[in-house]
């Protein structure tokens, strides 16, 4: 079977990838922006560009029998776009129904894409579900247009459609906000979350990865949504405490009251961070476990273990005289 991954040097992409060469059941095509090195050897790579509604997949597409699809413009905390959802909406939306309809156009069956929680929307105080849809930032707006853009595609062409929306990704080669919590930990630095009681849905690479190569081929899985997560929902602290234990460092965790941290967010500009702190995000995965029995072959103990020895070897303090700087 002949699998084309989009956004594959990516922090998700890579694992996928590393997957399926490893399964020795899947032919893989990589397309790519520009020519990389990072690739497992037997992997063919195809260079496309920029993701964009005029983006040419046909070289890419010959031959596949399904697509993954990663590649996206991502959400970040301090946009600098002139106009960010028409931004998202060119290379999410319209990006995305390109690539679906020429996929379906060339024959491949089945198109599995990476949406996101954002889809459902922030800090709801119960677990959402696949039928709750109300995003509020422009990247999650531009993600719920495109998984109606290919239930459209879905209705026109044939093509079996999967649509997984993921929480918060964590594991090796994690980027961003979670890299910075591990860095924060590692350099044993206090943080003033011990008074936080909230709790949020997170998943593993390893079992993102794994929901993926189930959906590319299980027979049930055509033309539905589903939220996928391990299960093992956290509060704020307790995920220091889980990262600490996994680094081989104290959680230097200390009480402040989380009100009066969303007020301190605000006066430096820190809003968002500091919501995602302090607020509930939790998901129902029960459908993709009923439907498709799926199950995370990893624990969130086992995942965050894999991430503490990748960041040591790649982020960790280095040591000086014996001694750990920052110690």
């Not at 990838?17 to 020519?35: C, K, N, P, Q, T």
């Not at 991502?74 to 600098?80: G, K």
């Not at 993709?288 to 040591?312: C, D, H, N, S």
Request: neutral net charge; proline residues 5%; glycine residues 10%.
């Amino acid at each position: 079977m002949k699998v084309l991954v989009t956004g594959a040097t990516g922090f998700v992409g890579g694992a996928l990838i590393s997957r399926l060469v490893d399964s020795g059941r899947f032919g893989v095509r990589a397309a790519v922006r520009r020519e990389s090195g990072e690739l497992l050897a037997g992997v063919e790579q195809i260079v496309v560009g920029d993701l964009t509604p005029n983006t040419d997949w046909q070289q890419a597409l010959v031959g596949v029998d399904a697509v993954v699809h990663l590649a996206a413009r991502v959400h970040v905390m301090n946009d600098t776009a002139s106009d960010p959802l028409s931004a998202f909406r060119q290379v999410n939306v319209a990006g995305t129904e390109r690539l679906a309809r020429m996929a379906a156009t060339n024959g491949a069956k089945r198109f599995v894409y990476i949406s996101s929680v954002k889809v459902n929307g922030e800090g709801a105080l119960t677990p959402y579900s696949e039928d709750a849809s109300a995003p509020e930032d422009p990247y999650g707006i531009s993600k719920w247009e495109a998984e109606q853009g290919l239930h459209k595609v879905a209705e026109d062409t044939g093509l079996e459609v999967v649509i997984l929306r993921p929480p918060l990704v964590y594991g090796p080669g994690v980027k961003a906000n979670l890299l910075s919590l591990f860095n924060i930990v590692d350099r044993g630095i206090p943080l003033p979350l011990a008074s936080v009681s909230n709790h949020r849905s997170l998943i593993y690479v390893g079992n993102l990865v794994d929901a993926i190569v189930t959906c590319i081929n299980h027979p049930k899985a055509s033309n539905h949504t589903y939220l996928v997560s391990a299960g093992e929902d956290v509060s704020t602290p307790e995920l220091i405490r889980r990262v600490a234990a996994a680094l081989g460092r104290p959680a230097r965790l200390f009480h402040f009251p989380p009100s009066l941290m969303g007020f301190a967010g605000k006066l430096l500009g820190k809003s968002e961070a500091v919501e995602r702190l302090v607020s509930s995000l939790t998901i129902d995965s029960s459908k993709i476990r009923r439907e498709l029995g799926w199950r995370p072959p990893y624990t969130m103990e086992e995942g965050l273990k894999e991430t503490a020895e990748w960041f040591k070897k790649k982020h960790g303090h280095a040591k000086v005289g014996g001694l750990e700087n920052g110690s």
